[in-house]
Structures are given as C-alpha cells and as structure tokens.
C-alpha cells in the first residue's frame, strides 16, 4: 500500500497516512482538522530537519479547490417561472 504524506495549512502538522488506492483521501488534519493537503513528493525522499518545501502556492490553489467545493454544495434553484398564459 502507498504511503502518502499530508502537510496541515492551519498548524503545520505533517503526517503520513497508509492507504489503499480506493481509499478517499484526507482532508483534515487529525491535531487541529484543519483543512490539509496531500504533499506529493519523490519516493525515498524524507522531510527531515531542512529542505522542507516551500508548497505556499499549493496553498492557494487548495483553497480555491475548496471553495468550489463548496460552491458546488449549495442547492441552485432551478425554478422555473410561471408561464403567464393566462392573460386578462
Ligand atoms: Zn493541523
């Protein structure tokens, strides 16, 4: 199973999660549920002490992501206007 390494936007915290491929990825951070996100580095690699990416752009663009996610989530009303056939 991949290892896939997560870096907090709130607090920082980074962490590494075992999944399956078919797992859902995280989205919270699991000290402060912070929003996160999913550092995509080369294999073999190891965050440690310097070197640490600078992901400042990545940041900008998550949260773009999540705003459409939420913009998605709101119901958009579809009603349609009555026809005025009627007339008087
Ligand atoms: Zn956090």
Known sequence: ???????????????????RITDPPRKRCLKCRGPIYRVIHPVGHILKGSGFYRTDYRTDEFKKQEKAETASTTPDKTEKPKKSKDKD
């Open 1 to 19: 199973m991949p290892t896939y390494h997560y870096l907090c936007e709130r607090c920082g915290h980074e962490f590494e999660v075992v999944q």
